[in-house]
Structure formats: structure tokens, C-alpha cells
């Protein structure tokens, strides 16, 4: 798995703190960061540095001591990140305007995780044995690299949206293999 952005450390650090807004000056630029899941969940305290958000190493190494502080703490919120990668059903930024918009991506969402996610899911466990054996896990290897991702950084429901058309497939392949077993 991989990761995109020059401000990893600074994506590890948030996963492991709950910052609610981070904002640095430093001589290259001022910063301000929040994500939508600290602004749903309201997280308790901002957080100011003096550093660059693409210092990876600094922000990295401030995730460390704070996920060492409290190992338990830590491995809960990584189950926090997939939680909110996968149910938070707030999306941003249709989160911030009003109307009937953030409703009807509020229901859609619910709906995918129960008609595609929940398949999916279901059918690589079900189909597990078969599933490895053929070209086919190719198709889950973007969702392992996205699951890990989440547990090591953070879970933002805006990230997922790449990796839907996986959780697609995956899911159509259940669906025709139960429709081939017996029909609902």
C-alpha cells in the first residue's frame, strides 16, 4: 500500500491525537487543517505548531509518542478510522450547505454500505478459498491497501471514494454467485 500526499506524518498524527482543527505558521507558509470527521464528532482541542503540515517526520514522530503513551487508546481508534471510513454518513463538503443534498447522501450512504459494502464483505469471506485461487483477488487488493491505510492514518469517508467501484464488484460477483445458487 501507498500513500499520496506529502503530509503522511501529519495524516498519521491526526489519526492518533483527535485534533479537532491543526494550524501551523512556518516560513513557507500558514496552515489551518480539519478534517469532517473531527468537525462530525466534535473532537475536544485545536492544536497550533510552528511546522510545515508536509513535515512528515516531526508529525510522525509526535503520532508515535502519542500512540505510545496509550497502546489501547490507539488500536481503538485505528477500529475508530474503519468505522468512520465506512459508516460515517456525513460526506464533505455537502456536509456544510443546506437543503436536501446532505439528506439524500446521508440515505445513499447507508444504502451502500448495506447493498454493497455488506455483500462485498460477505463474499470474500463466503468465497474466500475460491476468491484467492483466482485473478479475481486482484479486485480486493485496492480494498486490503485502503483498510490498512485507514488503520495506520485516519478514516475519512471522502477518501473512500475511489476505491467504491471495487466494492462494486465485489459485490456483483456475490450477488451472481448467490443468484446462480438459489434465487432470492
Do not use: H
Not at 479537532?20 to 513557507?28: E, H, I, L
Not at 460526506?91 to 451502500?112: E, H, Q
Not at 485516519?154 to 476505491?163: L, V
Request: with cysteine; glycine share 4%; aromatic share 20%.
Amino acid at each position: 500500500f501507498s500513500t499520496v500526499s506529502t503530509n503522511t506524518g501529519f495524516n498519521f498524527y491526526l489519526g492518533r491525537s483527535r485534533v479537532q482543527v491543526a494550524s501551523g505558521n512556518s516560513a513557507d507558509n500558514n496552515w489551518v487543517f480539519d478534517s469532517p470527521v473531527a468537525i462530525q464528532r466534535n473532537y475536544s482541542f485545536n492544536q497550533s505548531f510552528d511546522k510545515a503540515a508536509y513535515e512528515s517526520v516531526f508529525f510522525f514522530n509526535k503520532g508515535l509518542d502519542i500512540a505510545r503513551s496509550n497502546m489501547l487508546r490507539s488500536a481503538f481508534y485505528s477500529l475508530e478510522n474503519i468505522y468512520d471510513l465506512f459508516c460515517s454518513t456525513v460526506m464533505w463538503p455537502t456536509s456544510g450547505i443546506g437543503g436536501f443534498l446532505p439528506k439524500l447522501i446521508k440515505y445513499w450512504n447507508i444504502a451502500f454500505v448495506f447493498l454493497i459494502i455488506i455483500p462485498a464483505s460477505i463474499f470474500c469471506c463466503y468465497g474466500f478459498k475460491k476468491l484467492i485461487s483466482t485473478p479475481q483477488i486482484l479486485v480486493c487488493l485496492p480494498i486490503v491497501a485502503l483498510i490498512l491505510t485507514t488503520i495506520i492514518f485516519f478514516g475519512d469517508p471522502r477518501y473512500r471514494m475511489p476505491y467504491d467501484i471495487f466494492f462494486i464488484m465485489l459485490a456483483a460477483q456475490f450477488y451472481s454467485t448467490q443468484q446462480k445458487t438459489r434465487p432470492f
